[in-house]
């Protein structure tokens, strides 16, 4: 959903680089057709290089684009009926695209869409590019320039679960993702005991590696999980040392030192708020503004938060339910003026770049001032 560039410092960079080490080997792009069978959540990395998740396949394909670094400012932005357009684009009705994940490479200030076309089984995913000047274009999936990453253990490609809680675990292998200081991090599900997973893979990739299993306090339910996904993330140091900044559906905020993400190992992020019941967080970002770092959130249900990250570290675990759709730990503040945000992403230092609306009156995307 994002690229992530708050910076590390030169220790932990070293220190990851060996921690995170493993079978995974460097390997040339190679060209040929890009085949999705799904698609999920997207990020940018350097050099125009978009990550696109494949979460039926439990993929992450990383494809050359022929984006550009600009320097024109970005911040007149807008496409109004962004859904209709986007069908047009791709040859089919308003009703039948569904737009699942926005991503930005802020250095060409190029906006990349993943899309589902269709439904059912007969649904086709594409990635659409938009340009600030409201040029949209279907991404070329064939004969590109690509390397796959393939992720073990992803969950069984099959449905479980009775009544509304029925659904395919395996379209939830790839819940987020971001590029972080040359690796690619990605949250999601897996089949082991804890099922709730982040992968770092260093890139370029060749193969992937197992995961870090992630137990967590879920204040809002009153006990620990180990089976809820990420449902999107942050990178950000807290006291000169890089953690992950993870929320969950029905909300908790949760921190997860980087060193301690190994590959077959299990981690227990530190719960430091719980931001309201009923709810699933959309995207998050990290800013600066007047010398201060904020946090933004969009949620589904309770709008789009600012969070203070001062002090972050002295807030302790919450360990104890939080009743009633009550919120605890770290304050937020909800944007009034910032409503139906349904993507979020970082364009320039001074905006960023939301899809906002509703399915049945349209979406719109556009650049927006940080508060």
């Not at 589902?116 to 409201?134: D, I, K, L, M, T």
């Not at 099959?158 to 809680?165: F, H, M, V």
């Not at 190994?262 to 699933?280: C, M």
Request: aromatic content about 6%.
């Amino acid at each position: 959903m994002k690229t992530i560039q708050r910076s590390l410092a030169g220790l932990f960079a070293a220190t990851l680089a060996g921690i995170f080490a493993s079978t995974t080997v460097a390997a040339p792009y190679q060209k040929g057709d890009v085949r999705l069978q799904s698609i999920g959540p997207l990020a940018t990395g350097p050099d125009g290089v978009l990550f696109v998740s494949d979460p039926k396949a439990a993929s992450i394909i990383a494809i050359k684009t022929a984006a550009k670094p600009t320097d024109k400012a970005a911040g007149g932005f807008k496409v109004e009926q962004l859904n209709a357009k986007v069908a047009a684009v791709l040859g089919a009705s308003a009703d039948q695209v569904r737009i699942v994940d926005l991503a930005v490479d802020t250095a060409s200030q190029t906006a990349y869409l993943s899309v589902v076309r269709g439904q059912g089984a007969g649904a086709n995913a594409a990635v659409v590019s938009v340009r600030p000047g409201g040029k949209l274009r279907v991404l070329p999936l064939k004969d590109v320039q690509h390397v796959v990453a393939k992720l073990p253990n992803a969950p069984a490609d099959q449905e479980t679960g009775q009544g509304r809680r029925r659904r395919n675990q395996r379209m939830e292998s790839i819940t987020d993702l971001a590029f972080v200081k040359g690796r690619v991090i990605v949250a999601g599900l897996s089949n082991e005991e804890f099922s709730s997973t982040l992968r770092t893979l260093p890139f370029p990739f060749e193969g992937s590696h197992n995961g870090t299993g992630v137990r967590i306090f879920h204040g809002a339910h009153g006990r620990y999980e180990t089976s809820s996904p990420v449902r999107t993330f942050v990178s950000y140091d807290i006291d000169g040392d890089p953690h992950i900044l993870a929320a969950y559906t029905c909300t908790p905020l949760v921190k997860i030192p980087m060193v301690e993400l190994k590959p077959g190992s299990q981690v227990v992020g530190e719960t430091i708020a719980e931001l309201g019941n009923r709810n699933r967080p959309l995207d998050m970002i990290v800013y600066t503004k007047n010398g201060r770092d904020h946090l933004l959130m969009a949620n589904s249900s309770r709008g789009v938060m600012k969070i203070t990250t001062e002090k972050l570290g002295n807030y302790k675990g919450i360990t104890e339910r939080v009743p009633g759709g009550g919120t605890k730990g770290v304050p937020y503040e909800t944007l009034a003026d910032w409503t139906e945000v349904r993507q979020l992403a970082e364009l320039d230092d001074q905006h960023a770049l939301v899809v906002r609306g509703t399915e049945g009156d349209g979406l719109n995307l556009e650049a927006v001032r940080l508060p």
